[in-house]
């Protein structure tokens, strides 16, 4: 049976990212012969040149066939003083809404060979393995009413709505726990219940949850206090579970735990496991086109593609054990450096995989 992996390198170093992690499985398709099709297409800046629309109609169509999507990253300052409705980063959120990807799994691992790579001191970070579950397709993201509106006073107004209805906060509620349940059986849900009232509702909503699955401990915290925690001790963390802008932010910032944004990566999926891979970094315009952005996080999110929509762990599971070995040779691209290590580009980096496979 083939399947059909969509790839959509986007803006900025998404292209040179995707085009060493396209290396990679083209390489794992033929060593475990898994009779995979692959298909480029356009979205985010490269979309809004070509088409004028950050989200194609064809894009979405094969997206929408498509077993898998594997995407790099959109955005740029050559897009940035457009109107939101035409801004790059709408492909992306349009794919994450019309696809139903709500669930947004973001493993922060340290690899033991980057803890010096860490911001944080190696005894509080040794070890470090947490999942954050970003809830990606309800929230302030997507609330309506949106938009400037102008007052009667003559000053105009900012707005965005917080909300999630009771049955978004299940079915990402449920993921959450079965992750726990799958780990090390904690689950942390954040929110700023103490102030909007959106947020009452998913820590009720949670505790509601928790008898479906009494072998895991629930544990709720702001997420103020969260982002301190996680600099301050982030091994009292397993499974992470939260609305989508808090999940945007606390996971950058769990990022550096593991050394750099460019070692994290990101699966979002939808009810039947249909899913997106991606880098949860950006289009970094500051080093876009140089060839020296780290690839293993979208490489490390190949991996996810291939355990978690297309069964494949064998194949998920080799990809990962190379990534280790090309760290145990010291390989190291600029933003994951430090003492004792060889500086690559990205595509040595990719190479380094790919022979490691
Ligand atoms: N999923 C996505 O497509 C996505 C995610 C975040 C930001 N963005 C977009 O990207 C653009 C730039 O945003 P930003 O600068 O806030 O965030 P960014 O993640 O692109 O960059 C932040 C910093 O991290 C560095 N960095 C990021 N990825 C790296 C990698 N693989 N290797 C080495 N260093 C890396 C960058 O050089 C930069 O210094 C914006 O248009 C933003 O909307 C897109
Ligand atoms: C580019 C942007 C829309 C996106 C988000 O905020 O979700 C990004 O920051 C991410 O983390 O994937
Ligand atoms: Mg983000």
Redesign the pocket.
């Known amino acids: 049976m083939s399947r059909n992996v969509l790839l959509l390198p ?1 803006d ?3 292209p040179e ?1 995707v085009a060493e992690a396209e290396k990679i499985l083209h390489a794992i398709n033929e060593k475990f012969d898994l009779k995979l099709t692959f298909d480029t297409g356009l979205v ?1 800046g490269a979309a809004l040149d070509e088409a004028d629309n950050p989200l194609p109609d064809d894009t979405l169509d094969m997206a929408r066939k498509a077993d898998a999507i594997l ?6 300052p050559k897009w ?1 003083a457009l109107p939101m409705a035409k801004r ?2 709408k492909g ?1 959120l349009g794919l994450r809404s019309n696809l139903e990807l709500f669930a947004n799994l973001r493993p922060a691992i340290l690899y033991p060979q980057l803890a010096s790579a860490s911001s944080l001191k190696p005894e509080v970070v040794s070890g470090l393995d947490i999942m954050i579950v970003r809830e990606l397709t309800g929230g302030i993201y997507f609330g309506q009413p949106r938009g400037v509106r102008q007052l009667e006073s003559g000053e105009r107004q900012g707005y965005n709505t917080y909300a999630y209805t009771e049955s978004e906060i299940r079915r990402i509620g449920r993921v959450a726990f079965e992750a726990a349940q799958q780990r090390g059986k904690k689950l942390c849900s954040v929110d700023k219940a103490n102030v909007l009232e959106v947020t009452v509702l998913w820590r009720e909503i949670m505790n509601e949850l928790k008898s479906e699955y009494p072998d895991v401990e629930l544990s709720h915290m702001y997420v103020d206090n969260a982002a301190m925690q996680l600099v301050r001790a982030p091994k009292q963390f397993d499974v992470i579970v939260t609305g989508n802008m808090f999940g945007d932010i606390l996971s ?1 910032e769990a990022a550096m735990l593991t050394g ?3 070692m994290l990566p990101s699966a979002s999926l939808n009810s039947e496991k249909q899913g997106m891979y ?10 876009a086109g140089k060839g ?4 293993l ?1 979208t490489i490390i999110s190949a991996a996810m593609m291939l355990r978690y929509s297309l069964d494949e762990e064998k194949a998920a599971a080799a990809i990962e054990a190379a990534v280790n070995k090309v760290l145990d040779q010291g390989l190291r ?3 994951i450096m430090s003492e004792g290590g060889t500086r690559v580009s990205t595509r040595e980096m990719g190479d380094a995989v790919l022979a490691a496979l």
Request: with cysteine; proline share 11%; net charge negative.
């Open positions: 986007g900025g170093i998404g990212i985010g995407l790099g990253a959109v955005g740029g940035d790059p980063e992306l950058d750099s944004i460019g991606e880098p949860c970094h950006g289009s970094a315009p500051d080093i020296i952005a780290n690839p996080a691209t600029a933003d």
